[in-house]
């Protein structure tokens, strides 16, 4: 079992910076691929970054392409997601998702989700 933990969640003004932190209760961490998804009200969940497994590939959206950058810490169990110029629409609580399969994260179906840390952009 994976236990996921978020962190880094908060308030900011429009154009400034979070560092999101996802710890992971697993011995195995560098097993598994990463990923990070939000959901703001009334709208559909979707992913923000992926890493694989050595950290060597990631994807994003076009929408936070240049914005967002993930990377990982595979010797503190920890995975991260710095978010710079953010935008009121980036509004939204923010998931961490693991699973052993890369392709499955980008699927959006990877099987180990936390329980998400709130982002509140102003204007």
């Known amino acids: 079992q994976v236990q996921l933990v978020e962190s880094g969640g908060g308030l900011v003004q429009a154009g400034g910076s979070l560092r999101l932190s996802c710890a992971a209760s697993?011995?195995?961490?560098?097993?598994?691929?990463m990923g990070w998804f939000r959901q703001a009200p009334g709208k559909e969940r979707e992913l923000v970054a992926a890493?694989?497994?050595?950290?060597?590939?990631?994807y994003y959206p076009g929408f936070v392409k240049g914005r967002f950058s993930i990377s990982r810490d595979n010797a503190k169990n920890t995975a991260y997601l710095q978010m710079n110029s953010l935008k009121p629409e980036d509004t939204a609580v923010y998931y961490c998702?693991?699973?052993?399969?890369?392709?499955?994260?980008?699927?959006?179906?990877?099987?180990?989700w936390g329980q998400g840390t709130q982002v509140t952009v102003s204007s």
């Open positions: 998702n693991a699973d052993l399969e890369f392709g499955k994260i980008l699927g959006e179906r990877g099987d180990y």
């Open positions: 697993v011995r195995t961490f560098s097993s598994f691929a």
């Open positions: 890493i694989n497994r050595s950290g060597q590939t990631t």
